[in-house]
């Protein structure tokens, strides 16, 4: 089993880039295979920074989860205004068409109610002039 001790970086390059004269010091492990020794140290990582000043794992992963959540909440609430700006916009333009369906269904029901009085009217006459004609 061969394990990297340690990686230097040249002062010149970014921050996790390897660069031409970077140094690798590969050497072979002190330990036995399957010590574990790995796996204590991903464990360590998942807490502590790495030296980078960015955090361990854990405090990595809950800062993606925190701005992924701060943004999907930021975009919800742009849908919900632009859901109701739409809407505003579509009784704005109703409204200067001059076809609202509320007030169109309101008039319909008031036509409806006249014309069944006009019917009653009418039918109260025809049985007036029947009876005058029936006693001529």
């Not at 970014?14 to 002190?30: C, M, S, V, Y």
Request: overall charge negative.
């Amino acid at each position: 089993m061969i394990t990297i001790v340690s990686i230097q970086h040249s002062p010149n390059s970014g921050r996790g880039k390897t660069a031409l004269n970077d140094n690798f010091i590969i050497e072979r492990t002190q330990s036995g295979a399957g010590d574990a020794r790995i796996d204590s140290l991903i464990a360590q990582n998942q807490l502590i920074g790495n030296g980078v000043g960015s955090g361990g794992f854990f405090c990595i992963f809950s800062t993606i989860v925190a701005t992924v959540g701060a943004s999907v909440r930021s975009n919800e609430q742009a849908l919900d205004g632009a859901e109701a700006t739409k809407e505003a916009a579509i009784e704005s333009e109703a409204e200067f068409s001059g076809v609202n369906l509320d007030s169109e269904a309101a008039a319909l029901i008031e036509f409806q109610q006249a014309y069944q009085a006009s019917a009653r009217v009418l039918s109260t006459a025809r049985e007036l002039f029947q009876t005058l004609i029936d006693v001529v």
